[in-house]
């Protein structure tokens, strides 16, 4: 495969990863928040019938992960080396800081599991991870990302507006507002699905991609 096929492919590769990764972390976070209690019922023991729920979540966030990786390289890509070097490098450390964090946040709720009696600090310590810190990653990426494609013109302005949004939400309020993960999950899907449909109009009509070289 020739170079410009592997920058033409590459778009349908972030969409697709993109989505992988997005409806991965979505179930992850829904099966986490289901089984392990927070705020006001944070010292809850957990339900027996629902530590399913907490391992299916464990197996689950390595693959989002790494679907997330190949989301980020994908994208980059996609931009083409026309990108502002101080926002990708924003954009590439707050993405590795997210991953970490939220492995640092699932090992935590792996406590859950590993002991005899719930663990108060393995609980508490799994949703600051997730909330505070991974949320708070996954803002400043969703802010870059959305800097980049406005800066470029590879997003339409409702979509890099969008991105705005959800990255002053989960900066602001995924700290203390239960669900609000969730925006981060739901605004990758909505990108993963307009890179799709851009290129596939690509396709069909044959016009060059936008970050291609002349």
Do not use: C
């Amino acid at each position: 495969m020739n170079a410009t096929t592997d920058r033409l492919d590459t778009p349908r590769a972030a969409g697709m990863a993109g989505i992988a990764f997005a409806l991965l972390l979505a179930a992850a976070i829904v099966l986490m928040r289901i089984a392990v209690p927070s705020g006001d019922v944070a010292d809850a023991p957990i339900d027996p019938d629902k530590r399913w729920a907490i391992q299916v979540a464990l197996e689950i966030v390595p693959f989002a992960g790494i679907f997330f990786l190949w989301f980020m390289g994908a994208l980059r890509a996609h931009t083409g080396a026309a990108e502002d070097r101080f926002v990708a490098t924003v954009f590439l450390g707050s993405g590795f800081v997210f991953v970490a964090t939220l492995f640092g946040s699932a090992a935590a709720a792996g406590t859950v599991l590993s002991e005899g009696t719930p663990s108060d600090f393995g609980r508490h310590y799994a949703y600051t991870m997730l909330a505070t810190y991974a949320m708070r990653m996954a803002a400043v990426f969703v802010l870059a990302t959305s800097t980049i494609g406005r800066m470029l013109g590879v997003f339409p302005k409702p979509l890099a507006m969008l991105g705005t949004v959800v990255g002053l939400v989960l900066l602001v309020v995924a700290s203390g507002v239960p669900w609000a993960e969730l925006v981060f999950p739901a605004w990758a899907l909505v990108l993963s699905l307009y890179i799709l449909r851009v290129r596939r109009g690509t396709a069909k009509t044959g016009a060059p991609n936008p970050t291609d070289p002349p």
